[in-house]
């Protein structure tokens, strides 16, 4: 079973849901019903650091942390 070596948490209280993360890393990231960032299911977050990384980087609310 594989098990990815980094771990995306999403503060859904600190997210404006402004799209800043989906529109530079679609990607891995997309907007749940409640228009809140989620990290897409099918996601291998290990294939895609780099983009995780931008999404979080870009995000004005600093609600998207990345665990090594």
Known sequence: MFVPTMKIIIDEDKCIGCMSCT???PEVYEMNEKRKAVVRK???IDEN???AE???E???TNAI???K
């Open 54 to 56: 931008k999404g979080a």
């Open 49 to 51: 650091e780099d983009e």
């Open 58 to 60: 870009i995000c004005p």
């Open 23 to 25: 529109s530079v890393s």
């Open 65 to 67: 942390k990345i665990e």
């Open 42 to 44: 099918e996601v291998n």
